[in-house]
Nanobody
Framework: QVQLVESGGGLVQAGGSLRLSCAASGSLFNFDAMGWWRQAPGKQRELVATITIGGMTNYADSGKGRFTISRDNIKNTVYLEMNNLKPEDTAVYYC??????????WGQGTQVTVSS
């Protein structure tokens, strides 16, 4: 089973940027798509961005124009570049892979905190 490990979170001021990384223990081609999710305190986990095996991307409205998902198939790593961060972006961010319609098990995530 391919393991996914998130990193890159931290504390940043509003308007700042962060780049999250998701390192896979095996090939990203094991998944039809990769995605970044987030869960804020007291809220449900939400899908932030996805990138397919062919490189097609999709974003939730909350991140459009500010977030960019990308993948490096050589390094088996998925990234989430986040710009112009807002306090409402504060959450634990998770990386996951999808096979057909099924998302895999959740990892530890990485905490992103945006101060106002």
């Amino acid at each position: 089973q391919v393991q996914l490990v998130e990193s890159g979170g931290g504390l940043v001021q509003a308007g700042g940027s962060l780049r999250l990384s998701c390192a896979a223990s095996g090939s990203l081609f094991n998944f039809d798509a990769m995605g970044w999710w987030r869960q804020a305190p007291g809220k449900q986990r939400e899908l932030v961005a996805t990138i397919t095996i062919g490189g097609m991307t999709n974003y939730a409205d909350s991140g459009k124009g500010r977030f960019t998902i990308s993948r490096d198939n050589i390094k088996n790593t998925v990234y989430l570049e986040m710009n112009n961060l807002k306090p409402e972006d504060t959450a634990v961010y998770y990386c996951n892979g999808r096979r057909v319609t099924i998302w895999g098990p959740w990892g530890q995530g990485t905490q992103v905190t945006v101060s106002s």
